[in-house]
């Protein structure tokens, strides 16, 4: 970012038209990288996890699994301002897309968990998501013999705990990346891949300074960064990264979202405030930037991110081991 | 049913020893017929189906498809005594098993709908289940890019309506049968597909007459009976049948549920109050047939009926088109 606007402010010193600048750039030089294929370490491992990613009885009702918040038909989201937690509670904020989550910095959008790892066993036991508990998890997994058997191959051993499940669901998430974009196309050399407008969409992306925090192979998700830096935002006021840090400094600090797939991971922001591509950048630019873009620079802004959107996850729908008759059955309407 | 009883009743009149009439049993002559592979009539329609099926924006609050609780990860069903439908609200009697559905005499527990087709447009509409109308997911599907060009793909139009999407719907459900069960292995010739213990339990399931409404491709799903032919049911007495037909007659008749893959969909009955198959078999033993079965008869049972598993339906997970700026988003938490 720094060495970005240092050269911007040489090129504005010397008096360089920014397009030739643009222009100018080698491919390393640019803000955004290339979003790399899984090389996936462990596959059983990662087939184990996707079972359980899909499990519903991961939840006390049976009825939420991983994938009912990050639909993986669905961009690794729900489409949902805030998602929707057992007995119908109104989640506090927005799914994050599960997609190229393992490039953040840290998951969840404080940030409180350091790995996918450590995330995966959060909602299992939120009263508020799946409203289940760890041991009751492994109870219910070890009951099912089918799992005894794959945890068995994975790992060695018939003794499931939770540092396996979430392991597994882990490995699994590792694999949801989206190679292969149109932009990262276009990044690799294929001119064709993006037209003028994505491009000139992209030079503005860059020129704004969109690029400053949504950066790197997942064009954000690396940093932290307060919403309402300019201008106060109006929405839902979450404290944000403070709640994990106690810092004052980090109120209304959110790690910056990803903005692969960003077509389809809608509704946006931490509160899924902002329904349309269109608004979420109409806000960003006047709370994040202090500029208001011109319907023209909008859709430009727009046509851009598009271009990120790239292969989905591409897997037969799991077919989940059945339970024994000691598997503790849901209770979705219990107490 | 009345010819197989005239075998018996000549059977026993002459006093040939069962196991033997069973022996010589050619293939047939036997109760349960085979599955058959799908014919699929127009590929493109049942693809436009599948993604329909996993569309949670079919529901007021974007978060319920067919799939919640007719989930193919799990034998078709959600595993749930009743389900869950919107708001959380309890449903008044258990899914059945999508799988196979197509060799129903009607569709529902009732058979109130006449065929797939007519099926889907229900759950849709229904304030305790999906909680939309179909006028609503015709404008939403209407508004969205990548669904019009499908549609138009397969009807030839782009005008979308409830016909084409109910059709659709049911052209892809029509797919999911469930071949090549260890059973269906044996009945083609296969005689090691079973085990003795298998093998004696189909014998005492014909024998004691399960196979009088358990019979047909689907083991069930061809007839409606009532619950409680012997003693009367204990369970939630839903009117069932005489809801459709205004018979007092029809009280507590229910369709016959299909007995194929059900290790997997658990639990049983139309009301789920049977957790396991072992209850299940003596709850229909002591109701309809008036037998009290022992363990080991009981266990002979389960041991066949678990050889009715079949080959789950195999597929990519559908990516789901991307709403539009003008899409109406969904309304999970609105009156």
Redesign the interface.
């Not at 899909?54 to 009885?57: E, I």
């Not at 329904?275 to 269109?278: D, E, F, I, N």
């Not at 989905?312 to 989940?320: C, H, N, R, V």
């Given at each position: 970012m720094l060495k970005r606007l240092t050269v911007l402010g040489v090129a504005l010193l010397i008096g360089l038209p920014m397009y030739s600048l643009v222009q100018a750039e080698a491919p390393s030089k640019e803000p955004i990288s290339a979003i790399k294929p899984a090389k996936v370490a462990n596959p059983a491992m990662a087939e184990l996890g996707k079972k359980l990613f899909?499990?519903?009885?991961l939840s006390k009702?049976?009825?939420i699994s991983c994938n009912?918040c990050h639909?993986?038909?669905?961009?690794g989201t729900?489409?949902?301002k805030t998602s929707?937690g057992h007995?119908?509670q109104?989640g506090p904020i927005n799914s994050p897309t599960v997609l190229n989550s393992s490039l953040n910095v840290a998951q969840f959008w404080d940030g409180r968990a350091a790995d996918l790892k450590e995330q995966a066993g959060g909602p299992i036991a939120n009263p508020g998501e799946m409203a289940s508990n760890h041991a009751l998890s492994v109870h219910i997994l070890q009951s099912i013999p089918g799992y005894v058997s794959e945890f068995k191959k994975v790992f060695g051993t018939d003794k499931i705990d939770i540092d396996k499940v979430t392991a597994s669901i882990a490995a699994f998430e590792e694999t949801l990346v989206t190679p292969n974009s149109r932009f990262d196309k276009w990044l690799a050399g294929d001119k064709k891949a993006l037209n003028d407008q994505e491009l000139a969409g992209y030079k503005l992306f860059k020129e704004a300074g969109c690029s400053g925090c949504h950066n790197g192979p997942a064009v954000g998700g690396n940093s932290f960064q307060k919403m309402g830096l300019v201008e106060p935002y109006k929405g839902n006021t979450n404290d944000g990264r403070s709640a994990v840090t106690g810092k004052d400094a980090d109120r209304f600090n959110f790690k910056v979202p990803t903005l692969r797939n960003v077509?389809?991971t809608?509704?946006y922001f931490h509160d899924g405030e902002a329904?349309?591509?269109?608004e979420a950048v109409d806000v960003m630019g006047r709370l994040q930037l202090g500029r208001k873009f011109t319907a023209d620079e909008n859709a430009k802004l727009v046509a851009f991110m598009i271009s990120l959107t790239g292969e989905?996850?591409?897997?037969?729908?799991?077919?989940?081991p059945?339970?024994s008759?000691i598997t503790p059955?849901?209770d979705?309407?219990g107490k």
């Open positions: 899909f499990d519903t009885r009702s049976g009825f009912s639909n993986l038909s669905m961009g729900d489409n949902l929707i007995n119908w109104k077509e389809l809608y509704p329904a349309t591509l269109s989905q996850p591409s897997f037969k729908l799991p077919q989940l059945p339970s008759d059955r849901p979705p309407f």
